[in-house]
């Protein structure tokens, strides 16, 4: 009897139509917001982690001190204010680099810029600087402005190390007079004795070795001189053929600058000069 009178009205035959139109049309679309979300949820989960490659570079990064060195706490805090949790792997620097192209893993750190690098990786806002300064006693009195200036000094030096090219030209003209020897290690000892009277080595990683190796009674007798004589940036890299690369570089830039406005970012730099990521036998 309905089905009779809906087809014998078209008024209220239409009007069912519509209806049931409406109805389905709602239902689908309700259907659609609930995958879409469902789907974005998932792809927030899978991207809650981000795996990088790393070497030994103490106090940068290192499986030897407290956060795995204090660029690696940079990193994971920039991307934790972000939502996003960090998995850090040591391996020798040459794997370290070829493992982070990989598809299982997001990126590496912590690199300088280079022509071959750019090619292959995006590179993130510098998440440090080294700074390579002259490390001397403080009872010596040492200033500089030019390489000019050093040429009556006696200079320690480590073999294998570049200190930027108006350094090496002048040792290599002998304009300059230069002590190198194996290890960074040997030659704070080597000032310590007087052997020479400035040494040049990244202020990170001077003062690491400094609260490493000697007494704090000893540490206080040495001091760095503010002028640097060669700084180098280092980057987070991101292969460029993983998709979600970018995402990943804008979010960890993102997280830096909230990092360094908040004030944590030159906190953990001072508790690396203090020697404060070191992990001290009980």
């Known amino acids: 009897m309905i089905d009779y009178n809906i087809h014998h009205n078209p008024t209220r035959y239409d009007y069912f139509i519509r209806k049931r139109r409406s109805i389905m049309n709602k239902i689908g679309r309700q259907i659609i917001i609930v995958f879409f979300f ?7 989960r899978a991207e809650e982690t981000i ?24 990193i994971t805090k920039a991307f934790a204010l972000e939502g996003i949790t960090t ?4 391996y020798p620097w040459k794997r370290a680099y070829a493992t982070a192209q990989k598809e299982k893993w997001d990126g590496t750190i912590l690199w300088v ?9 995006y590179l993130s806002d510098p998440v440090a600087e080294g700074r390579v300064v002259f490390f001397y006693l403080k009872n010596y009195p ?50 310590l004795a007087k052997r020479f009277n400035i040494f040049p080595i990244s202020q990170d990683v001077g003062y690491y070795l400094l609260y490493r190796d000697f007494t704090p009674e000893q540490i206080d007798l040495f001091t760095h001189h503010p002028k640097t004589l ?31 406005e908040s004030g944590q970012y030159d906190q953990i730099f001072k508790d690396s000069q203090q020697g404060k990521y070191l992990i001290r036998a009980k």
């Open 113 to 121: 810029k280079n022509p071959e690098r750019e090619q292959a990786f």
């Open 51 to 74: 795996r990088l490659t790393t070497g030994e570079y103490p106090p940068y990064v290192s499986e030897t001190l407290q956060h795995n060195g204090y660029v690696s706490d940079i």
């Open 38 to 44: 469902l789907t974005l949820s998932m792809g927030v």
């Open 142 to 191: 040492f200033d500089w402005k030019t390489i000019d200036d050093l040429t009556q000094i006696n200079i320690g030096g480590t073999l294998g190390y570049a200190y930027g090219d108006d350094f090496e030209n002048a040792e290599k003209i002998g304009k300059i007079k230069t002590d190198r020897t194996t290890t960074d290690a040997q030659n704070f000892k080597k000032l």
């Open 87 to 90: 998995e850090i792997r040591f």
């Open 230 to 260: 060669k700084i180098s940036l280092y980057h987070l890299l991101l292969p460029k053929k993983h998709s979600r690369s970018e995402f990943l570089l804008h979010t960890f830039n993102k997280g830096l600058r909230r990092l360094k």
